[in-house]
């Protein structure tokens, strides 16, 4: 069974810095990609950082040149840096996987979300 298992998030005021971590227990041969969505209230989840197998990252615009996706020596933990957090990065984060089955097709796993609220 995929677990994605989230820390960091909490509160912090503009211009602030935090840091997310997802862990995931499966095995880092089964891992297509791992990322970040996030969701503010009112809104779409959308993405906000992902890596895939190959180290090729992706930012949604809002967050280039302010937030950091990088993963662990073994591949199953990945980060997200957020520095220079404004208000309108208040949401909920969900970690993200695309995990192979034996079927070969990669399927999205989420993670129970964690909240990030930036406010003075």
């Known amino acids: 069974q995929v677990q994605l298992m989230e820390s960091g998030g909490g509160s912090v005021q503009p211009g602030g810095s935090l840091r997310l971590s997802c862990a995931t227990t499966?095995?880092?041969?089964?891992?297509?990609?791992m990322g970040w969505y996030r969701q503010a209230p009112g809104k779409e989840r959308e993405m906000v950082a992902t890596?895939?197998?190959?180290?090729?990252?992706n930012y949604v615009d809002s967050v280039k040149g302010r937030f950091t996706i990088s993963r662990d020596n073994a591949g199953t933990t990945v980060y997200l840096q957020m520095d220079a957090l404004q208000p309108e990065d208040t949401a909920v984060y969900f970690c993200?996987?695309?995990?192979?089955?034996?079927?070969?097709?990669?399927?999205?796993?989420w993670g129970q979300g964690i909240q990030v609220t930036v406010s003075s």
């Open positions: 993200n996987a695309r995990i192979f089955s034996t079927t070969g097709r990669a399927a999205p796993y």
């Open positions: 499966v095995s880092v041969l089964s891992i297509n990609s």
């Open positions: 890596i895939n197998r190959v180290g090729t990252r």
